[in-house]
């Protein structure tokens, strides 16, 4: 999110600073609620949250149209070890087993939504899209075809910058 903020796209942060969390290295997530369609007529283009694993049917459900959805996927014991690391386990007190179960029926929802609503995604191995360019880029105009438009070289130096961040 901070990448494409600070490219201009669409994402409700006016800066790239906003929503995130250095400590935990992540954030920049707006909230929503699946039962209102007026929440999207004013929402940013870009949304992230991993509640989309499990509010995307319901959003689909109620007729907001979806152009295309990115998937970050990482090893889910991964997953449940920085979630719960960051105290952000959905299962709060259960084991990392209990957090993994979670988080691979959470995978398995969202590419269940996408799958049988014929809506267009894109797989993306993380951390490697936060540290390749390249691969981010190439991942990232599957959705996002107006990423070509940025001025040359402008994509490749905003993630540059940012992925040193996180390092």
Not at 6 to 25: E, H, K, Q, V, Y
Not at 59 to 68: E, L, R, S, T
């Amino acid at each position: 999110m901070r990448l494409l903020t600070r490219l201009g796209f669409d994402t409700g942060f006016s800066r790239a600073a906003d929503g995130f969390n250095p400590s935990i290295r992540a954030g920049c997530e707006k909230k929503w609620s699946p039962r209102t369609v007026e929440w999207f007529d004013t929402a940013p283009r870009i949304l992230k949250t991993p509640y989309w694993c499990r509010d995307l049917r319901h959003a689909v459900k109620m007729g907001v149209p979806i152009a295309h959805v990115f998937i970050p996927v990482r090893p889910l014991s991964e997953v449940a070890t920085s979630r719960i690391k960051a105290h952000l386990a959905c299962s709060p007190g259960k084991t990392a087993v209990a957090e993994e179960k979670l988080m691979a029926e959470w995978l398995g929802w969202i590419v269940e939504t996408v799958v049988t609503n014929g809506i267009d995604f894109t797989l993306m191995r993380y951390p490697r899209h936060v540290h390749d360019w390249e691969y981010c880029g190439a991942m990232l105009v599957r959705g996002l075809p107006d990423i070509q438009k940025l001025p040359a070289g402008r994509f490749q130096t905003v993630h540059k910058e940012l992925s040193k961040l996180r390092q």
